[in-house]
């Protein structure tokens, strides 16, 4: 099970941190990452981080914005989203794919295999 946690209404050039924390499931054994959903898009890949958080991979429209983090021992991943934009309005889901050591980041949502249950994101201008 995933909790996501922290979404809310900020200005923009605002700061959020969002949490998703696990349960039920040994979570170093899997890959993390953090997607978004506008009312009337398709589910955008943010954010992904692998086992031991060494790899990190970022969407081109969050890049040099956000910072993705996790805690193993906490069995949280984190969202750290700054200088955020009304385009930044979203459902924000965090997602798992339990994976391999050494596998690849990937950005398509059907590769995760566990997800939460959405935080939204309202950015105003």
């Known amino acids: 099970q995933l909790q996501a946690s922290g979404g809310g209404l900020v200005q923009a050039g605002g700061s959020l941190r969002l949490s998703c924390a696990a349960s039920?499931?040994?979570?170093?054994?899997?890959?993390m990452a953090w997607f978004r959903q506008a009312p009337g898009t398709e589910r955008e890949f943010v954010s992904g981080i692998s086992r031991s958080g060494a790899n990190l991979l970022y969407g081109s429209s969050v890049k040099g914005r956000f910072t993705i983090s996790r805690d193993n021992a906490r069995k949280t991943v984190y969202l750290q989203m700054n200088s955020l934009k009304p385009e930044d309005t979203a459902v924000y889901y965090c997602?798992?794919?339990?994976?391999?050591?050494?596998?690849?980041?990937?950005?398509?949502?059907?590769?995760?295999?566990?997800w939460g249950q959405g935080t939204l994101v309202t950015v105003s201008s």
């Open positions: 997602a798992a794919r339990q994976t391999i050591v050494t596998a690849p980041l990937l950005s398509r949502s059907g590769a995760y295999d566990h």
């Open positions: 039920g499931y040994t979570f170093s054994r899997y890959a």
